[in-house]
């Protein structure tokens, strides 16, 4: 794209602050910045205007869950149906490491977080560790697909390679990239990370099966007969990877989705809960929870949304071309973005300052049929580490690791 291309971009989007620099850069990084206003999808920022009622809810019902009791009666016959696909190769894993991690506050990818005390234990080695305990119980390699962003990808994969993928068979690791988005303070206007480069953030962790596809990766899970894929998040260190009961009572059900959920702590507490929306599996967000919803019982008098989403889901592959082809919704997200200020000097906000857009992964049960809510020990296999402190921290998660009996 030329310069009176680009131009004519921003100013249809009114986004021309983004070439206050350009006659300061130097050749490649004017070709750089061009190619990136090229790229940059700008239509997303008008979302900022319509905010408030970007995605309308429809009528939220409860949905029946999987609670212990019932799995435990039926844990031998699961867990064979499970391991029974893992040996054919149908089960692939796919760790969601694209994310910024800003809570945490460290510059470093998440996964390469050390939570250890008297040892290196790094988030990335929790997970394969959990991983290869399934990969020894089956005696077979899962494949596992490792989704990172622009921000972190030379980071990560030099990292598995400097630790010998933690005693993963490397054959069976991929490494594939999100898409960026443009972020941008409070009235839409993108921010500038550099002179030559507009603020990007990793698009959401809902992008992850377009990405798959455009990395040619999709092809190769095609060929290799993976048929289910287990998705989860970095930053769980207790989360248990392609669990053979869980797989099991996904396949045996019938369910196009499997979503592990935990008892919510409280009616208010800060985690998605499962529940039917026009009667079609779906998460209500802790800030779509309303006072009569909090409130409702079931037949039992339990709350009648008790039960939270901790991102471990298993998706049927052949529906998910379909799925993402229906594009999922956008989500505003308020961050902390570092920009430039009017000095040109780089700041590195202490709060959030603006927004990102994001799809996430979320939204993709609603548009299936059925889902398999499936309830694990919150002690047991849900240690977030979101922020440095205090819930869902380094400190959380690492009394939740001595408790489960994980040297630290
Ligand atoms: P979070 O929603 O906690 O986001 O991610 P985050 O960006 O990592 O952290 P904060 O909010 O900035 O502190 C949940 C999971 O989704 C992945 C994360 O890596 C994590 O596993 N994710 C998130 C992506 O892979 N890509 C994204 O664009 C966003």
């Known amino acids: 794209m030329g310069y009176q291309e680009a131009y004519d971009k921003l100013e249809k989007y009114g986004q021309l602050h ?8 130097d050749r490649e990084e004017q070709e750089a910045l061009l190619r990136q206003i090229e790229q940059t999808d700008f239509d997303v920022l008008s979302l900022c205007k319509q905010k408030e ?6 009528e939220i019902t409860p949905i029946g869950v999987m609670q212990l ?17 893992i040996r054919a190769g149908k089960v692939g894993a796919v760790l969601l490491a694209g994310g910024m991690g800003t809570r945490l506050g460290s510059d470093a990818p998440k996964g390469v977080y050390n939570i250890g005390l008297t040892k290196e234990v790094f988030i990335f080695q929790r997970l394969i560790e959990n991983l290869l305990d399934v990969v020894h119980q089956a005696g077979a390699w899962i494949p596992l697909y490792v ?8 980071t990560t994969t030099a990292f598995f390679k400097e630790k010998k993928y933690f005693g993963y068979n490397a054959e069976y690791v991929t490494f594939f990239m999100q898409d960026m988005a443009p972020a941008s303070n409070y009235n839409g206007k993108v921010y500038m990370e550099a002179r030559h480069k507009i603020s990007t953030s990793p698009n959401g962790n809902g992008g992850w099966f377009l990405s798959m596809m455009k990395w040619g990766v999709v092809d190769k899970i095609r060929e290799a007969g993976v048929e289910w894929l287990n998705v989860f998040a970095v930053d769980n260190v207790l989360q248990r990877i392609a669990d053979p009961c869980f797989v099991g009572a996904t396949i045996a059900t019938g369910s196009a989705v499997g979503a592990k959920v935990v008892k919510k702590t409280a009616p208010d507490e800060k985690v998605g809960a499962m529940c039917l929306e026009d009667g079609k599996p779906s998460i209500v967000e802790y800030y779509d929870m309303t006072e009569e919803l909090m409130a409702a019982k ?8 008790n039960f939270g989403v901790i991102l471990n889901y298993l998706f049927r592959e052949k529906d998910l071309e379909e799925i993402v082809a229906k594009k999922l919704p956008l989500h505003i997200v308020e961050k902390k973005i570092p920009y430039l200020d009017e000095a040109g000097e780089l700041v590195k906000p202490e709060a959030p300052n603006g927004y990102k857009f994001e799809q996430l992964v979320l939204d993709m049960i609603h548009e299936l049929d059925s889902c398999l809510p499936y309830e694990v020990v919150r002690n047991k296999e849900f240690a977030p580490i979101k922020n440095k402190t205090g819930v869902d921290s380094v400190e959380s998660a690492r009394e939740l690791c001595k408790e489960n009996g994980i040297e630290l």
């Open 298 to 305: 079931d037949e039992n008098g339990e709350p009648a949304y």
């Open 147 to 154: 989704m990172t962003s622009d921000k972190n990808h030379e």
């Open 18 to 25: 983004v070439l206050k620099y350009y006659e300061e850069l």
């Open 69 to 85: 009791p019932e799995i435990a009666a039926k844990k031998e016959e699961y867990t064979k149906t499970g391991l029974d696909a």
């Open 53 to 58: 009622n970007l995605n309308p809810r429809g």
